[in-house]
């Protein structure tokens, strides 16, 4: 089955100090991964995304994200945690070829604490 | 560029009334998706359109929920009637009909059914 799971419902990490959301993935096609951000009463904003070649992938905002098919995940990291960057965090995956619907986990929590 | 247009932004009805939800999704993307977000979820998706084709409606509740989308551009998905749990965020989200390309997501119709 295609699934997505990110074990962390809610995290609070101390601003200024490094993060990692985890996901892990399964699925039956080559992914293309994503990671989504969700602020209150907002849409779903693109951090990144992994098509191919290097499995390590930077985004917006600071944020990079390592792909790693040998053990099915995709984390998301941050060296150094803004206030701002308190939301809902989604990872996803999707099949390489356009107009395939995304497969989304139930997302993460962060909270940020001063 | 204007992103994907939504409304209304919420909505709150009674339990059996219709409803219904419009969206613009960005200028030139072919493929429009419908995905609903239920509290404390991620979104899945109810309905994908290439062009003005209904490509993948498996997930649509077919007995209360319908949709459009009539020339190819913007869409409309009803509910008739609506129950206590369809309460939830629907999401529209747009993408080019090629590969690679991320979906670009409205900020959702968050809907209440009393």
């Known amino acids: 089955a295609q699934s997505v799971t990110q074990p962390d419902i809610h995290i609070t990490v101390s601003e200024g100090a490094s993060l990692e959301l985890r996901c892990n993935y399964s699925?039956?096609?080559?992914?293309?991964l994503f990671w989504y951000v969700q602020s209150p009463g907002q849409g779903l904003q693109l951090l990144l995304k992994?098509?191919?070649?290097?499995?390590l992938v930077q985004g917006i905002k600071g944020f990079e994200a390592e792909f790693k098919r040998s053990q099915s995940s995709f984390n998301l990291r941050k060296p150094s945690v803004h206030w701002s960057d308190a939301a809902e965090y989604f990872c996803?995956?999707?099949?390489?070829?356009?107009?395939?619907?995304?497969?989304f986990g139930k997302g993460t929590t962060l909270s940020v604490s001063s | 560029e204007a992103g994907v247009v939504q409304s209304p932004r919420y909505k709150i009805i009674e339990k059996k009334q219709p409803v219904a939800f419009w969206c613009n999704p960005i200028?030139?993307?072919?493929?429009l998706y419908w995905y609903r977000q239920n509290l404390g979820q991620g979104p899945e998706l109810l309905i994908r359109?290439?062009?003005?084709?209904?490509?993948?409606d498996s997930q649509l509740p077919k007995d209360r929920f319908s949709a459009e989308r009539l020339k190819g551009v913007d869409s409309t998905l009803k509910i008739q009637p609506a129950e206590l749990g369809d309460s939830a965020v629907y999401l529209c989200?747009?993408?080019?009909?090629?590969?690679?390309?991320?979906?670009?997501f409205g900020p959702g119709t968050r809907l209440t059914v009393l």
């Open positions: 996803a995956v999707g099949a390489v070829q356009a107009g395939t619907a995304l497969i």
């Open positions: 699925y039956g096609a080559t992914p293309y």
């Open positions: 992994y098509f191919s070649g290097d499995t």
């Open positions: 200028s030139g993307h072919n493929t």
């Open positions: 359109y290439e062009n003005e084709e209904a490509v993948d």
């Open positions: 989200a747009s993408q080019l009909q090629t590969t690679k390309d991320e979906q670009f």
